[in-house]
């Protein structure tokens, strides 16, 4: 999977490459490592002339199960792994983990993400937020065209907390293209928005599973886990992350 966020001109661009391995696969269940690279530019205002036009550069890793219900008209699945996020000379850090449950005609995502950085990370002008998210996906009626309604909830000690949600429409062209238009707010980072364009590369849904598995479910059973508002690192006064 690749995709291009576009953010509004106060936040930064992101491109993200997302890739997954398949570790053991049964008649029901598949195993898998999901892993996600990504890069930010520098905001196109506000930024330093002498910044680095990348600023940021981060990862994130989940070893997963998805299990299939229902003679393969549902899947649930269970993740957890590590993220990290380079910015500026500063790491960042935090464990993740994910629930998700598909079927054909919803997807529910619950992700959440703790920060463990160091005590140096935190006087860099920037704190680390703990972020619990909760999205539903469904199909709007209109050919290709979705919604993913979010609430979560980030903050830490240093920040206190703040309840956000955030509304996305994405609308599918194929199994492979598709875009998405989000805004969102909390008291914390405040409104934003962004355009994310994303491209499923060819997906491999097992020689098992996919003689079994709805046709409509193969790209969300072979794919990336989804939500990143958890898995890309948050940061105090830096909108929520968005997309799939």
């Not at 995709?3 to 661009?13: C, E, R």
């Not at 997807?107 to 935190?122: E, K």
């Not at 998210?133 to 703040?162: C, E, H, K």
């Amino acid at each position: 999977m690749v995709k291009l966020i576009i953010a509004q001109p106060l936040s930064s661009n992101r491109l993200e490459y997302d890739a997954i391995v398949p570790l053991k696969e049964t008649e029901r269940q598949r195993y898998f490592v999901d892993a996600k690279v990504f890069v930010e530019q520098k905001p196109l205002v506000g930024a330093s002339s002498t910044t680095d036009p990348f600023q940021a550069f981060g990862q994130s890793v989940r070893f997963g199960v998805r299990t299939l219900q229902d003679q393969g008209q549902a899947f649930w699945g269970a993740s957890t792994g590590y993220d990290s996020l380079w910015l500026q000379g500063v790491y960042f850090q935090q464990a993740g983990a994910a629930f998700e449950y598909n079927t054909q005609s919803f997807q529910f995502v619950l992700t959440a993400g703790v920060p463990f950085s160091s005590s140096r990370d935190q006087m860099s002008g920037h704190a680390p937020l703990a972020s619990v998210n909760a999205q539903l996906s469904f199909p709007t009626g209109a050919p290709g065209l979705s919604v993913q309604p979010r609430i979560y909830v980030v903050g830490g000690q240093s920040t206190g907390s703040a309840v956000g949600g955030q509304l996305q429409f994405t609308y599918a062209w194929d199994r492979t293209w598709s875009a998405t238009l989000a805004s969102s707010y909390d008291a914390l980072t405040g409104a934003s928005g962004s355009l994310t364009f994303q491209v499923l590369l060819p997906q491999r849904s097992g020689a098992v599973a996919s003689t079994t598995i709805d046709p409509d479910l193969v790209n969300s059973f072979a794919g990336a886990v989804g939500n990143n508002g958890s898995r890309v690192i948050r940061l105090d006064n830096v909108p929520a992350a968005s997309g799939n």
